[in-house]
Nanobody
């Protein structure tokens, strides 16, 4: 089992920045690829960003490319999502997730956090 706890969400104005954190416990953190997903009201959960177990490769949804950065610190068992130039359409609950192999699909992830709310005002 891997337990994931997100933090860092909040209310920010359009154009602002937030940094989300996701602390992991349980099994060896560095065994897992990590991802961030989000879900807006009335919409399906969507992929935002992913990172391999070593941090050597990252990948992003087109909607956030160039604005968001995913990173991880295996010594601290933590993955981060730096979000810059935020837009109202980024408003959602953000979830971190862990996977043995990683990917961009919800079904590829085995463990999920409880989510943290991000609200971007116009």
């Amino acid at each position: 089992q891997v337990q994931l706890v997100e933090s860092g969400g909040g209310l920010v104005q359009a154009g602002g920045s937030l940094r989300l954190s996701c602390a992991a416990s349980g099994r060896t953190f560095s065994d897992y690829a990590m991802g961030w997903f989000r879900q807006a009201p009335g919409k399906e959960r969507e992929f935002v960003a992913g990172i391999t177990w070593s941090g050597g490769s990252t990948f992003y949804a087109d909607s956030v490319k160039g604005r968001f950065t995913i990173s991880r610190d295996n010594a601290k068992n933590t993955v981060y999502l730096q979000m810059n130039s935020l837009k109202p359409e980024d408003t959602a609950i953000y979830y971190c997730a862990a996977a043995r192999s990683g990917g961009i699909y919800f079904s590829q992830y085995d463990y999920w956090g409880q989510g943290t709310q991000v609200t971007v005002s116009s």
